[in-house]
C-alpha cells in the first residue's frame, strides 16, 4: 500500500516543471467569487465565467462558511471575507441558491464576533489586510439587499470600519505604502476592489492604467483584475481572466472552477508546497532524492 502511495506521489513530483502549474496552490474561494461576479459582455444576466459560480455553490462548508480554515478545522477570519464574497457571488445573479445564502448568513451572523474578538493583534485590531476587505465586502453585500450586518455584533464591526478609516487617512493615495518597522504593506491599489469610491475618486481607468502588469492583471490578484474589468472593461484584463480561468481549469472535471488568490503562480512555489507537505505527513524519509533536487531549484 505504501509503496503505490509512494510511486504515486513521486509521480506528482514529476509534473511540478509548469512555471504557472496551479494544481498544487489552493483555489481562493475569495478571489473566485470576484471572478464569478463577472457579467458575460455579450449576455449580462449571466455570468461570463459559470464554472466559478459553480465552483463556489460545491464548496461550501457544512458550517455555512467558505474560505480558510486553521489547524483545527475551524474557520478563521479569511472564512469571514471569503464567505461574505460568496454570498455576494451568489446574490449578483439572483442564482437559484436560497438555502446557501441562507446557510453563509447564519455563519455570519452567529460567528462574526467570536472571530473577530479571538483574531484581534493583541488589543492593536484586526490584520491589516482584513481592515481593507472586510468593511469593502460588507459595503457590496448591503448594496446587494444582503442582510449581514446585525446589532449584535454592529461594536466589533464599527471597530474595522475606524481601523479602515485610519488606513485610509494615514496613506491617502494608492501608491506603495511604506514600510511600518519590520512591514512592508501592498499598495493600497492592489484591494482596488473593496476600496470606498470617494477614495478612489471614480477614477478607475487611470489606476488601471497606472497599475496594470504586462500580462493584463493588476498585481497578479485575480480579484483586483476582475472588478478593474467590470469597471471599465479593459480587454487587457479580460484576457488575463480568460487565461487564469482556462489555466485552473486544466484536469478539473464538472465540479466547478476555483482560482488561486494570486496568478501566474511562481514555478518554486508549487515545489515548496510538496516538500512542506511531506515534511508535514512525516514521510519524508521515502522521498530524500525528491526533496533535495526541489529544495537545490528553489535555492538555485
Known sequence: MMESLVSKIKEGISSLSSPSSPSLVSSSAYDTAWVAMVPDSDH?????????LHWICRNQRP?????????????TLDSLTATVAC????KTWDAAYPQSIEQGLDFLHSSTAE???THCNNGTGVPRWF?????GMLEVAESLGLDVFRGDFFQEVEGVF?????I?????????DPSHGEHCYFPLASYLEVLPAEFVGFDCGGIVASNQADDGSLFQSPSATAFAFMATGDERCRAYLDALVA???????SRGVGVPAAYPVDEQLPKLIMVDTLERLGITEHFVEEVADMMRCIHR
Not at 485610509?168 to 506603495?176: A, D, F, I, N, S
Open 131 to 135: 481592515a481593507i476587505v472586510f468593511p
Open 115 to 117: 472571530l473577530l474578538a
Open 44 to 52: 449580462p444576466g449571466r455570468p461570463m465565467f459559470p464554472r466559478c
Open 162 to 166: 475606524e481601523q479602515r478609516r485610519q
Open 247 to 253: 489555466e485552473s481549469s486544466l484536469g478539473v472535471a
Open 168 to 176: 485610509l487617512v494615514e496613506k491617502g493615495q494608492l501608491g506603495g
Open 63 to 75: 458550517g455555512g462558511y467558505w474560505g480558510q480554515t486553521n489547524h483545527r478545522g475551524l474557520p
Open 87 to 90: 454570498l455576494a457571488a451568489l
